[in-house]
């Protein structure tokens, strides 16, 4: 048995795994010309069980070198926030703003703000109008991140439709680093990194110091495929219990909808008909865990072209529910 520890110190970045079984290669052929057709793509790892079937880096950097995974950030906020609920520094995901974190909601802030809660903000539906797409610049460019994304005007009731916003899950890290005492990059690395074995470098922050949650963290695509294994074994890594198995099950409930994909989204990962578990980032960044068939994915593609629902992350979908469903149903 190929293991990901033998593969690790063996394999070559960037070449399809040399030693796959008869039956996986033979199902490959179908996967490595779906994969030819992707212009974007950079890698691709597959998991499944203990073995690493499937691994290509036919662009971008390797498997070892950092790859910026965008938003697929906002799924790991909500496993840092998973973390920090765990150790009691945050008591319920109930809790409204006004409660756990008053300092940090401005004085321009409509008075429903102070009512809208965690969970609220896991699931993308704090109701404060955007601040992704086209609104992403103006953002970043306000001198307080925090306090312009709780200014902007309730365009739906907090808990209603999803919104998806950057700016909500910006607000969501600034709570964890004001429940916990620690910064989002010492959150990560102490509660995710460490237990994973993975370096995580620090990203951007905001004016007032906060890291940026919810874009920008960078991974290796190994470390990538890592954080999607914990998705896959409830929450486990290598025999350790990293975040909590009901935590785990309590994320992959769909909360809400995606008005772009018409997914699922539950506490901070998208999930599919088709039974995956999904994180999903700017220009094709995709995690992705199926429990039913013991898979665990990571893909990295080029971070500065788009990947809309109906073009390239479509293709990536087509792939998921295609030939990679296959090549895990033939072992």
């Not at 409660?99 to 909601?105: R, T, Y």
């Not at 486990?236 to 198995?245: A, K, L, N, P």
């Amino acid at each position: 048995m190929i293991t990901r520890r033998t593969f690790n110190k063996l394999a070559l970045a960037g070449l399809t795994v040399p030693w796959l079984p008869a039956a996986f290669g033979q199902s490959s052929s179908a996967l490595d010309q779906a994969i030819g057709a992707l212009d974007q793509l950079h890698s691709i790892q597959i998991q499944q069980g203990d073995q690493l079937i499937y691994a290509q880096a036919p662009k971008g950097p390797g498997l070892d070198s950092l790859a910026n995974i965008k938003s697929c950030s906002k799924s790991l906020v909500a496993l840092l926030l998973a973390s920090c609920l765990e150790r009691k520094e945050i008591t319920s995901l109930d809790l409204p703003l006004g409660e756990i974190a008053p300092n940090l909601i401005p004085k321009s802030a409509s008075e429903q703000v102070s009512q809208i809660t965690l969970e609220n903000l896991v699931t993308l539906q704090a109701g404060l109008q955007g601040t992704s797409g086209a609104q992403y610049g103006a953002w970043v460019a306000s001198s307080n991140w925090v306090a312009d994304a709780l200014s902007r005007p309730l365009v739906s009731q907090p808990g209603g439709r999803m919104i998806y916003s950057t700016g909500t899950t910006h607000v969501l890290g600034a709570v964890l680093t004001e429940a916990s005492g620690l910064s989002l990059l010492e959150l990560a690395r102490q509660r995710l990194g460490q237990p994973l074995g993975i370096s995580i470098p620090p990203w951007v922050r905001d004016p007032q110091g906060y890291y940026l949650g919810g874009n920008e963290m960078a991974l290796t695509p190994r470390a990538m495929l890592s954080v999607a294994l914990i998705m896959r074994d409830g929450g486990r890594f290598e025999g350790q219990q990293v975040i909590s198995e009901e935590w785990i099950r309590s994320s992959v409930i769909p909360q809400t909808q995606s008005p772009f994909s018409g997914m699922g989204y539950g506490y901070g990962w998208f999930i599919t008909d088709s039974g995956y578990i999904l994180a999903r980032g700017f220009g094709g960044q995709i995690l992705a865990a199926h429990p039913e068939l013991q898979l665990a994915l990571a893909i990295t593609s080029d971070p500065t072209r788009p990947a809309y629902s109906r073009g390239y992350f479509g293709d990536l979908m087509d792939l998921l529910d295609g030939p990679i469903l296959e090549l895990a149903k033939s072992g």
